[in-house]
């Protein structure tokens, strides 16, 4: 009788360790799954706010001279290839214009338009 419980005993310790362990791990797992769902939502941008993203970039990195080095590119995004292209000219003595075109699949995708005091 008293090997009868102490079996008892340990099958119980036991399966509260094992049952611990599940729970554990499925809580884990649900932490890591949520972790990771957030951390993906946060880069993820629409089409739009890509190509308003990379415009200002663009235009922030030429701002100490305004001069963009290349006056055409591409970037790869989750949504595909975009192609963009760059044109600039002095409208007068005191302005410049500066004028972003984003095309995907041969299409103009959308276009920035900046103006900027000499």
Not at 19 to 28: G, P, R, T
Not at 66 to 71: A, G, N, S, V, Y
Not at 80 to 90: K, L, S, T
Request: aromatic residues 16%.
């Amino acid at each position: 009788m008293i090997k009868n419980k102490g079996y008892f005993l340990l099958d119980a310790v036991l399966g509260v360790l094992i049952l611990s362990i599940l729970v554990a791990a499925v809580l884990y797992a649900l932490e890591v799954s949520v972790r990771g769902f957030r951390r993906i939502n946060e880069y993820i941008y629409t089409d739009t706010q890509l190509e308003n993203i990379f415009c200002d970039y663009l235009v922030a990195q030429s701002f100490p001279h305004l001069f963009i080095p290349e006056t055409q590119g591409s970037f790869l995004t989750p949504y595909g290839q975009f192609f963009w292209q760059v044109n600039m000219e002095d409208k007068d003595d005191y302005l410049k214009s500066i004028v972003i075109k984003v095309n995907k699949d041969s299409k103009v995708f959308s276009q920035a338009d900046y103006l900027f005091i000499k």
